[in-house]
């Protein structure tokens, strides 16, 4: 019996005192108990391992798609310098160039997470048997997989091109992306339906125009002597994004529908 | 099997959508009657447990559906009556992408969606892109996936709309065999979706259930106010400003023949005619019905 009907049950019998509980209505009881659940009609269902699984072609195949394009795009960026892309800019231009890439990489997949809302989806999978939190969390883990990929390959192709250290070129990617995630997140979280794409969307173009911004009017902020203040926001950023993934998720728990429909 | 909806409400912040609903569904078909805003998708979103209402519960078997959670969900099939699809979904993705999340086996899934897509007549469309069928075959694929988990409880909001003549008795027809030992619940304004097929109804009103038992006793409460008479076409603009018209025939002659409701003949030589649901509903509903012409 599981912790939670166990003290329901408790509960139920205190508001009966005078209850005289005989063996024999015990028996009964368990009889009958087990003759309903016998009579029940036996369902087969999958477990969260392998709706995980079958999700990958559904979710990833999209998201993934995008991804493969960023992952081609890191290449030509930061694989093959002597190509011509980051040769003149590298390695000046490198911090930059991190971190506008692992903005759109953030750009490219979060979106996805909201789909359900965007195409009038929410109201059929959440009379479903897997909850809207286990979908999201599905969502999110996919298109992680996908992001710690590119984000990888990114820094292991800057890496052997740049001069700068290997926690440096780090510090350049995470922090914009781990910014982007917690702006996206916030967004998908607060904005009104239907319009979180478009507004996650202009949220990382403007953190992209501000990295530019900052490179050009106060290049202190990626010189050596500021990879110590990186290094904080990225784990405070660190820590609001799993906060903000909670919420997320605890949101989509106690998920209502509005009057007009979605 | 019974599902009870005790004292159900549902209020937002202008508005009392659903307003203190009981009502008992024992298996068979239930028709929701009434008209659009009465606040039959707020009671079914409640119902299927997608909702949180202001106040009440609905019970499965004596057990809180919130408490039940994935196992009330488990046996439960659902059809909004918005209902979209991804753009990139084919019939076929889309059923096999509905089985996982209901958490069908994939051995089950590829035999549940070839039975469904006979039964609903999609088989040729199954390789097909949902974006590029028609309406009523995308209300259809709905229904498949309403239908997929085999559910002891299918709630189908506005099921017939789009489908045509046809699509609409083979549909009532797949209820009717599949509604053994289930609960249906269909909402609808077509009185004549749930007239056929529905063992009883549930009538709704300004968020309230107003009427609840079989069509033919709710069709004897309009025993004595339909009539029928026929009159010269002329004098049927002045007659429909001053009777509730249920329908028109032309006769010979120059006449038309008149169905309406009223509590006294109006027409001269109206004869009694035999009611049926569309009259009560149109009886029930007069009021919404002048507003909404008004309206427009």
Known sequence: MNTKLRSKLHAALKDQPDLQISEEHLIQTMRASRMAYQSRRQRERIGYPAFLLRQVRFVAAPVWLLQGFMLLCAFWLFGFADLGAVSNLAPRHLPILLGCFAVFITMISIPFIGRSVQYSMLETEMATRISIPKLLLTRIFIIGIGNVLLLSVSFLLASTKAELGAGSIALYLLLPYLIACCGCLFIQACAHRGYQGFISTAFCFSLTALLFVLYKTAPVVYEQASVGVWGALCALCAVILIIGINRLLDKAASLDLPPDGI | ?296
């Open chain 2, 1 to 296: 099997m019974e599902l009870t909806i005790q004292g159900l409400t549902k209020r937002y912040k202008d508005k009392t959508a659903v307003n203190n609903v009981n009502l008992t569904l024992t298996p068979g078909v239930w028709g929701l009657l009434g008209a659009n805003g009465a606040g039959k998708t707020t009671l079914m979103r409640m119902v299927a447990g997608i909702l949180t209402p202001t106040s009440g519960k609905v019970q499965y078997d004596g057990i809180e559906i919130k408490t039940l959670g994935e196992a009330y969900r488990d046996i439960f099939g659902y059809l909004p009556q918005n209902f979209g699809f991804y753009p990139e979904f084919t019939v076929t993705d889309y059923l096999q992408y509905m089985a996982s999340l209901k958490g069908l086996p994939k051995k089950d899934t590829n035999l549940k969606i070839d039975e469904l897509l006979h039964q609903l007549t999609l088989a040729e469309v199954r390789n097909k892109h949902i974006r590029k069928l028609s309406g009523g075959m995308q209300r259809r694929v709905g229904i498949a996936q309403a239908l997929l988990n085999d559910p002891d409880i299918l709630i189908l909001d506005e099921p017939t709309s789009g489908l045509d003549p046809g699509e609409r008795i083979r549909f009532r027809n797949i209820l009717s065999e599949f509604a053994q030992q289930r609960i249906v619940l269909i909402s609808t304004h077509i009185v004549s979706d749930v007239e056929y097929i529905a063992n009883r109804n549930a009538i709704m009103k300004d968020g309230q259930i107003i009427a609840v038992d079989t069509t033919d006793e709710l069709v004897k409460m309009m025993d004595g106010k339909v009539w029928q008479s026929t009159i010269p076409t002329e004098q049927l603009h002045h007659y429909e400003r001053t009777v509730r018209v249920v329908s028109v025939r032309n006769e010979d002659g120059g006449n038309v023949s008149v169905r309406y409701v009223s509590e006294s003949p109006r027409l001269p030589d109206s004869q009694t005619a035999a009611p049926r649901l569309e009259d009560l509903y149109l009886w029930l509903f007069r009021g919404e019905e002048a507003v909404k012409e008004d309206a427009v």
